[in-house]
């Protein structure tokens, strides 16, 4: 089914340990996205890349760093998990264009870090 | 900067009830308009959508106008059922950059 993958669903890392959390989408879409969720706060961005070969800061950018590996993927990495980044990490990619205008989501993955 | 604020929840209602979700933004030009639903468990998933001024967006039952002089896009369905319980998101497009600015969610919780 053509959307946007998320893998892992579910993560339990303790603090200090690294991972990388993979996205792709097979929309052929040029924009991606990185968005945590927290309770009470909304989404809020990481990290986007407008199109493939570029990436930027978002609104809570600190404590990730992201690849765009090529126009389908775009990976989020935690070098050293804190606590404050125990949170549900959404991937999304954007057509500006036709009748899906506005962006399409993955299914999330639930991290926790203890 | 470009913001959306969003009535904070939880907004409980009976089966069959009205349901208005209120939507104000603050936006130069004239930005798109959105709502997504998350469903338990689930990503967000495009519920409607307005692109320009007096535009009505509408899907499963649930409609929003886009309103320029009140800069608002509430969020209404006329009777809402068990299966409607879930966080209701606004959104506007930002800028040149075309990233979605969220408000803060709004939980719904049907009852039968």
């Known amino acids: 089914n053509a959307g946007v993958t998320q893998t892992p669903k579910f993560q339990v890392l303790k603090t200090g340990q690294s991972m990388t959390l993979q996205c792709a989408q097979d929309?052929?879409?040029?924009?991606m996205y990185w968005y945590r969720q927290d309770p009470g706060m909304g989404l809020r961005l990481i990290y986007y890349s407008a199109s493939e070969g570029t990436t930027d800061k978002g609104e809570v950018p600190n404590g990730y760093n992201v690849s765009r590996l090529n126009k389908r993927e775009f990976s989020l990495r935690l070098e050293s998990a804190a606590p404050s980044q125990t949170s549900v990490y959404f991937c999304a990619s954007s057509d500006w264009t036709g009748p899906n205008y506005g962006y399409t989501f993955g299914s999330g993955t639930r991290l926790t870090v203890v | 900067g470009d913001s959306v604020t969003q009535m904070e929840g939880p907004v409980t209602l009976s089966e069959e009830a009205f349901l208005t979700i209120n939507c104000t933004y603050t936006?130069?030009?004239?930005?798109?308009l959105f709502w997504y639903v998350q469903y338990p468990g689930e990503g967000l998933q495009l519920l409607l959508k307005a692109t320009k001024a007096d535009d009505k967006g509408s899907n499963k039952g649930f409609e929003a106008t886009y309103r320029k002089e009140t800069t608002s896009f509430h969020l209404e369905k006329g009777s809402v059922q068990v299966s409607d319980s879930a966080v209701y998101f606004c959104a506007l497009q930002g800028g040149a950059t075309n990233k979605l600015i969220f408000g803060t969610g709004t939980l719904l919780a049907v009852q039968p």
């Open positions: 929309m052929n879409h040029n924009s």
């Open positions: 936006a130069t030009g004239y930005p798109s």
